[in-house]
């Protein structure tokens, strides 16, 4: 091979060097950069005038082409997944090691193969035996799953052709799986791309469910594959603290569906628990006040959960750098939030460290939680406790407004089944919500006035 020819793709993003780098120039990752053999170039022009099939068009609204769903039987997956399983569909479960990932598909499959269909699981991490007695420890055993331990495509694909499609096709996980068809080893960008690409095609083919298990970098993102994420339907991740016994089941991506709704599991001695009311799993235990604490009812999809927000203040007497510790939430929106605080109300953070964390290893998307963050850190810097009674959301602008967010009544509801009595949250309410007193606020300093004053 010429040295022209040469090309080094980074495993984490894909893109494509000609020259050795420490650094990928894209996605700025370390030592990512690996040889592979160059991409097949077609030298030829397309002849317009031979060859080539027509394309048909066809309309928008043709019959029949609405993906029937079908259900797991695992009602949060499902309600995860937007409804269920399309047939012919590629989904990718990320998530990090240990977070269940294998426990949640072999649950799945027992499931479907117990309705009468046909399940397969292909494990490539594990041996046969590791997923049996898995499979007893979760009372499985007799679930008609087969079960595979392989990981060579080509045989896999083989052994598929020569029997009934089955409803789900579960590979654990893509990164273990190789082609003989393509250089390199298991795992590379390569691989994982022409590997993947194989299954989906027998999946779209065949009118099978395919799941893809991932691995998760330490950064979050799908190792390995991000061009994975273009490749499927749906692109899943199970989330949770490993410490922490919960774990939320989101969408990213879904052709068939939308992304806002999460399946909530908790993982028990045998296997993991549907969690159908999640709204009170967040709470830590509450008797007495504590400064820095704050509840915000947070809403995932159609549901309201309660969580709680804790912040820590820490003066600091040196000059030193203060931290800013962030768990469970956006650490640039903190530094927006902070700096929000001292611009426009005048409090003091620069000389101290924050410390911010979501209870329960629940992670916070909702824009919402701004005015629960804000009511936290400003309840720790002046060492008042909030009520304990009392539930805090509002988006927060950085002119120190608090903005309507969507659901307000929801929220309220939510939160006066669970014993609140009063809702703090933006002025503009459109209906109130009985059994629970609600405050209005316009500006941020009123939070702040509204704290310091009352004590
Ligand atoms: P696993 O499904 O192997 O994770 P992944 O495939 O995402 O790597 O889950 C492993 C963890 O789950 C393991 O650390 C122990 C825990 N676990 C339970 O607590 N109870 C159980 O019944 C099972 C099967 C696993
Ligand atoms: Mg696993």
């Not at 160059?38 to 031979?50: E, G, N, R, W, Y």
């Not at 060579?152 to 009934?164: G, H, P, Q």
């Not at 083919?205 to 893809?212: K, S, Y």
């Amino acid at each position: 091979m010429s040295k022209s020819k040469r090309r080094y793709v980074c495993q984490a993003c894909g893109s494509v060097a000609h020259r050795w780098q420490g650094q990928c120039p894209d996605c700025g990752e370390w030592n990512t950069l690996a040889e592979e053999a160059p991409a097949t170039v077609f030298s030829q022009k397309h002849d317009l005038s031979s060859g080539g099939g027509a394309v048909e068009f066809v309309p928008l609204d043709a019959p029949g082409q609405m993906p029937q769903r079908q259900g797991t039987g695992l009602a949060e997956l499902d309600r995860a997944l937007g409804g269920g399983l399309v047939p012919g569909s590629a989904i990718l479960m990320g998530g990090d090691p240990g977070i269940g990932k294998s426990t949640l598909l072999l649950q799945a499959a027992a499931k479907i193969a117990r309705q009468g269909r046909q399940a397969i699981y292909v494990s490539g991490e594990e041996a046969a035996g590791q997923v049996r007695l898995r499979a007893a420890r979760l009372g499985l055993a007799d679930a008609p799953i087969r079960l595979a331990a392989a990981t060579s495509v080509r045989d896999i694909l083989t052994t598929l052709n020569a029997m009934e499609a089955p409803a789900l096709l579960v590979i654990d996980s893509i990164q273990t799986m190789h082609s003989d068809q393509i250089e390199g080893a298991p795992g590379t960008v390569s691989q994982v791309r022409g590997c993947a690409f194989e299954l989906i095609r027998y999946a779209k083919e065949n009118g099978t469910a395919l799941v893809l298990v991932g691995h998760v970098t330490k950064d979050g993102s799908i190792a390995g594959p991000r061009v994975l994420a273009h490749m499927v339907d749906v692109v899943m991740s199970f989330e949770g603290e490993r410490s922490h016994q919960y774990r939320i089941l989101r969408a990213l991506k879904n052709r068939f569906g939308a992304v806002d709704e999460i399946g909530v599991f908790a993982m028990a001695g045998d296997g993991l628990e549907e969690v159908a009311n999640p709204s009170m799993l967040f709470l830590s235990g509450r008797e007495h006040p504590i400064a820095g604490s704050a509840v915000f009812p947070a809403l995932e999809g159609t549901r309201p959960v309660l969580v709680e927000v804790q912040a820590l203040i820490v003066r600091l007497q040196s000059g030193a750098t203060p931290r800013r510790a962030v768990v469970g939430w956006d650490s640039g929106r903190l530094a927006m939030l902070l700096a929000v605080l001292e611009s426009r109300c005048g409090l003091n953070y620069s000389s101290a460290e924050v410390y911010l964390n979501v209870a329960g290893g629940y992670r916070l998307t909702d824009p919402a939680a701004d005015l629960a963050v804000a009511a936290a850190l400003v309840s720790a810097l002046a060492d008042r406790p909030l009520s304990a009674q009392s539930a805090w959301f509002g988006e927060i602008s950085l002119a120190g407004e608090i903005r309507p967010v969507s659901h307000s009544s929801l929220r309220l509801r939510e939160a006066a089944k669970l014993g609140f009595s009063t809702g703090y949250g933006p002025a503009e309410l459109k209906d109130s919500v009985r059994g629970m007193k609600y405050e209005g606020l316009k500006m941020l300093p009123d939070l702040v006035d509204r704290i310091v004053a009352k004590a």
